[in-house]
């Protein structure tokens, strides 16, 4: 693999707290040296004619002129649905991780709500051996809990963690019961993983398609209430307290379940949770201008849950943001907001939204976005090798020019699917370039042939 040096970034880097320009060469896939320019306490720096950590000249390196932007680690989605096998007409793991590469996602979690569902050896190898031949990033696949994901018996988490599984959930479906949930919080700790939830009470579930607001009830809709959601999180965390295991909330959306996540780790039970880009973006407002575009699980919330995910995301509660990004056909989409399914796109969006919505009104610093997107989600799937930039660290990577202008256009989108609100939204900030192990995947707009190495 050839050698690369990205020069003259910006380079942040949330887990070394590093904050400065400078060039960082890449060999073999890894960091192998970082030449800071300037930072506040450097004032200057040399121009290396060779990298010193092997001794070879700088023209024996590719070089990318990162002059104006951002070099931070590359962004690890804990959250995706790639929809293969059985979903290929909405989504393939070639297109959804070239739309990952787009975002600036370098590694992805792939859910399990595949058809069949990914509960055995064998889905999880094809998996795998897909990712390997198609994909443009890493693919890590989440596994489920129960065995055909219906919450009545759990799935060989051992073998199915030996085999590539990074984490376990029944993804689109809280764990059913409560004694289920602790004997799999109970295994997962033992096998050194974690259980992700979908915490929405299985009842309402059944009843509720938007949120339980004045907008449910202005269009006449059947409203979720945050009580569904906000239960299980109770439940969940009473688990993890109960066995001492590791349990992960999937896109809170209530203030109710921020509150509670927060006081659990004020008690230090192993608690995290990741939020989407649309749970700080959107309320429930939205389903009146997009329709079914609009219509995901849990639902958009009310204005303060918003505002409740942005505290959360800001002090620390939420560990993560995740895209959940969920393909489907416009045809399904368009069958009626009632029978239209879950779920909208969200990789391609998810920076630009998180610097609109975060950092640009100066709810998040730098160092905080991008621990979100990268280094956190990568500790809590136990990858020090990603998520940092620094030197013996994967040289996953992402450059992103936070003053370009743009306009999001679902029609470009390297996704097979086009189901988001955001289409012809105006954005500043966007990336640029994203590498792994070394390798460019994604780059001004086009994909590099090739896959990643996983």
Same mark, same amino acid.
């Given at each position: 693999?050839?050698?690369?040096?990205?020069?003259n970034?910006?380079?942040?880097?949330?887990?070394?707290?590093?904050?400065?320009?400078?060039?960082?060469?890449?060999?073999?896939?890894r960091?192998?040296?970082?030449?800071?320019?300037?930072? /506040?306490?450097?004032?200057?720096?040399?121009?290396?004619?060779?990298?010193?950590?092997?001794?070879? /000249?700088?023209?024996?390196f590719?070089?990318?002129?990162?002059? $104006?932007?951002?070099?931070?680690?590359?962004?690890?989605?804990?959250?995706?649905?790639?929809?293969?096998p059985?979903?290929?007409?909405?989504?393939?793991?070639?297109?959804?991780? =070239?739309?990952?590469?787009?975002?600036?996602?370098?590694?992805?979690?792939?859910?399990?709500?595949?058809?069949p569902?990914?509960?055995?050896?064998?889905?999880?190898?094809?998996?795998?051996?897909?990712?390997?031949?198609?994909?443009?990033?890493?693919?890590?696949?989440?596994?489920a809990?129960?065995?055909?994901?219906?919450g009545? &018996?759990?799935?060989?988490?051992?073998?199915?963690?030996? =085999?590539?599984?990074?984490?376990?959930?029944?993804?689109?479906?809280a764990?059913r019961?409560?004694?289920?949930?602790?004997?799999?919080?109970e295994?997962?700790?033992?096998?050194?993983?974690?259980?992700?939830?979908?915490?929405?009470?299985?009842?309402?579930?059944?009843?509720?398609?938007?949120?339980?607001?004045?907008?449910?009830?202005?269009?006449?809709?059947? $409203?979720?209430?945050?009580?569904?959601?906000?239960?299980?999180?109770?439940?969940?965390i009473?688990?993890?307290?109960?066995?001492?295991?590791?349990?992960?909330?999937?896109?809170?959306?209530?203030?109710?379940?921020v509150?509670?996540?927060?006081?659990?780790?004020q &008690?230090?039970?192993?608690?995290?949770?990741?939020?989407t880009?649309?749970?700080?973006?959107?309320?429930?407002? =939205?389903?009146?201008?997009?329709?079914?575009?609009?219509?995901?699980?849990?639902?958009l919330?009310?204005?303060?849950?918003?505002?409740?995910?942005?505290?959360?995301?800001?002090?620390?509660?939420?560990d993560?943001?995740?895209?959940?990004?969920?393909?489907?056909?416009?045809?399904?989409?368009?069958?009626?907001?009632?029978?239209?399914?879950? $779920?909208?796109?969200?990789?391609?969006?998810?920076?630009?939204?998180?610097?609109? &919505?975060?950092? &640009?009104?100066?709810?998040?610093?730098?160092?905080?976005?991008?621990?979100?997107?990268s280094?956190? /989600?990568?500790?809590i799937?136990?990858?020090?090798?990603?998520?940092?930039?620094?030197?013996? =660290?994967?040289g996953?990577?992402?450059?992103l020019?936070?003053?370009q202008?743009?306009?999001?256009?679902?029609?470009?989108?390297?996704?097979?699917s086009?189901?988001?609100?955001?289409?012809?939204?105006?954005?500043? $900030?966007?990336?640029?370039?994203?590498?792994?192990?070394g390798?460019?995947v994604?780059?001004?707009?086009?994909?590099? /042939?090739?896959?990643?190495?996983?």
């Amino acid at each position: 693999m050839a050698g690369l040096i990205i020069t003259n970034g910006r380079i942040i880097c949330p887990r070394t707290r590093r904050d400065a320009t400078g060039d960082v060469w890449i060999e073999e896939g890894r960091i192998v040296d970082i030449e800071l320019q300037s930072s /506040p306490t450097n004032s200057g720096g040399r121009n290396k004619s060779a990298s010193m950590a092997t001794g070879k /000249p700088r023209n024996q390196f590719e070089e990318i002129d990162a002059r $104006g932007c951002i070099v931070s680690p590359g962004f690890v989605d804990l959250h995706t649905h790639l929809r293969e096998p059985g979903g290929e007409e909405a989504e393939t793991i070639a297109t959804g991780t =070239a739309a990952a590469a787009a975002g600036g996602f370098s590694a992805v979690c792939c859910m399990p709500n595949t058809r069949p569902v990914n509960d055995n050896i064998s889905v999880m190898k094809m998996i795998l051996e897909r990712a390997q031949a198609t994909g443009s990033v890493r693919v890590f696949p989440v596994a489920a809990v129960s065995i055909g994901s219906r919450g009545e &018996q759990l799935t060989d988490f051992e073998a199915l963690k030996a =085999a590539g599984a990074v984490c376990f959930s029944d993804d689109g479906k809280a764990v059913r019961t409560e004694t289920l949930m602790k004997n799999a919080l109970e295994v997962a700790k033992r096998v050194g993983s974690f259980v992700s939830d979908h915490c929405e009470a299985w009842n309402a579930a059944e009843d509720g398609v938007i949120h339980d607001g004045s907008v449910a009830r202005e269009l006449g809709i059947r $409203g979720l209430p945050r009580s569904s959601e906000d239960s299980m999180v109770e439940r969940d965390i009473r688990a993890a307290e109960q066995t001492g295991a590791h349990v992960h909330i999937a896109h809170i959306s209530t203030a109710g379940a921020v509150s509670l996540v927060r006081h659990a780790k004020q &008690q230090g039970v192993a608690v995290t949770c990741e939020a989407t880009p649309h749970h700080f973006s959107l309320t429930d407002e =939205a389903v009146k201008k997009y329709g079914a575009d609009a219509k995901m699980k849990p639902p958009l919330r009310a204005a303060s849950d918003v505002e409740a995910v942005v505290e959360g995301l800001a002090d620390g509660t939420i560990d993560a943001i995740a895209t959940d990004h969920a393909p489907h056909l416009a045809s399904e989409k368009a069958q009626g907001f009632a029978a239209a399914p879950f $779920g909208i796109t969200g990789l391609e969006a998810a920076l630009a939204l998180a610097l609109q &919505q975060l950092l &640009q009104p100066g709810h998040l610093d730098w160092f905080r976005l991008l621990e979100l997107l990268s280094s956190s /989600p990568a500790r809590i799937l136990g990858r020090p090798d990603l998520g940092r930039v620094d030197v013996g =660290a994967w040289g996953d990577l992402t450059i992103l020019d936070p003053n370009q202008e743009w306009v999001f256009r679902a029609s470009d989108s390297f996704s097979k699917s086009r189901n988001t609100p955001f289409d012809g939204w105006k954005f500043r $900030g966007r990336v640029r370039t994203t590498l792994v192990a070394g390798k460019v995947v994604f780059e001004a707009g086009a994909m590099r /042939p090739g896959g990643a190495d996983h």
